[in-house]
């Protein structure tokens, strides 16, 4: 496994940090994961966007351009030659000695690599369970941070319950996201998900998603449901650059609608899964 790491393409095993990393000792830093399909980057134009809109948010002065980057990019893709798989994208405020405040000079570490991805077609088909918990996170979600604890900690819970995900209701606003995924819900054939907020991250495939449910006449409302409703709701699915649009069949224990993917959520992958096929054919950006 091939590893950017501050200007060197580097093997794994060369790929060290000190110690003193901010990323290590305070999370302080913020990524992306955008997809390969069929040999070409998905999206990754908006990818990289939302990265300098979260490094923004931050106060961290990225060290590349657009162009710069996405030339790294394509230079991982060309060393490795993958057809599939996930750039993982990473810069953190850098190495200084530990102190919260911000080091007065500082040189951002930027790792990137691509990660095996595969497509659980089985799970597209046939769906996956859910639980719901109690979103512990921040009030700035809308940041792709690297500070992922309650994110980690609540999809270890659906592990632990030997479910896919977990969905996260935050007290006083209602269903926000998954641990890693965004949340939609369809009733008698409308559309609700949570609206791009502070509350949740927007999603890449959320917003390709939104514009796919556009022409096909779908109606969407993004609006924050209960979790009651939640339960109530005739078809559940999740988003997210490596679930595709996976449909969510039980939830709590408690079936979604008559427990199979229902026929929104298989049109909406349909559509998402033809869109993949036609940029790995590179009929589009
Ligand atoms: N996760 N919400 C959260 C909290 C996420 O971490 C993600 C993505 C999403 C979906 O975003 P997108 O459609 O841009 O992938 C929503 C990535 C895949 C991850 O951390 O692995």
Not at 99 to 117: C, G
Not at 138 to 147: A, N, Q
Not at 238 to 265: A, L
Request: proline residues 4%; negative net charge.
């Amino acid at each position: 496994m091939l590893i950017y790491l501050n200007g060197k393409y580097l093997d794994y095993s060369q790929a060290l940090l000190p110690v003193d990393e901010r990323g290590l000792q305070f999370a302080d830093g913020v990524y992306e994961v955008a997809l390969v399909w069929g040999g070409q980057f998905v999206d990754l134009e908006r990818h990289l966007e939302r990265l300098e809109r979260s490094a923004q948010a931050i106060e961290l002065d990225l060290p590349f351009t657009r162009s710069e980057i996405r030339d790294v990019a394509e230079e991982l893709l060309r060393r490795e030659a993958v057809k599939q798989a996930a750039l993982y994208l990473q810069v953190t405020r850098g190495v200084a000695p530990r102190d919260h405040r911000f080091p007065a000079v500082v040189q951002p570490t930027v790792i990137a690599y691509l990660k095996d991805a595969h497509m659980d077609r089985e799970a597209l088909q046939h769906g996956v369970k859910a639980i719901t918990v109690p979103d512990l996170r921040w009030l700035r979600c809308d940041i792709k941070s690297v500070s992922l604890l309650p994110n980690v900690l609540a999809r270890q819970q659906a592990a632990n319950r030997g479910v896919r995900e977990a969905i996260q209701v935050r007290s006083g606003v209602g269903v926000t996201e998954g641990s890693a995924t965004n949340i939609w819900m369809v009733h008698q054939g409308s559309i609700v998900t949570a609206p791009a907020s502070n509350w949740i991250l927007s999603g890449i495939v959320r917003s390709v998603v939104l514009d796919l449910a556009k022409s096909e006449k779908l109606p969407v409302a993004e609006r924050f449901a209960s979790a009651e409703e939640l339960l109530q709701m005739d078809e559940v699915f999740m988003t997210s650059t490596t679930s595709f649009v996976m449909p969510i069949i039980e939830i709590d224990g408690r079936k979604v609608g008559d427990g199979e993917p229902g026929p929104v959520t298989m049109r909406l992958q349909e559509l998402y899964l033809q869109r993949l096929d036609q940029i790995a054919h590179a009929t589009l950006g």
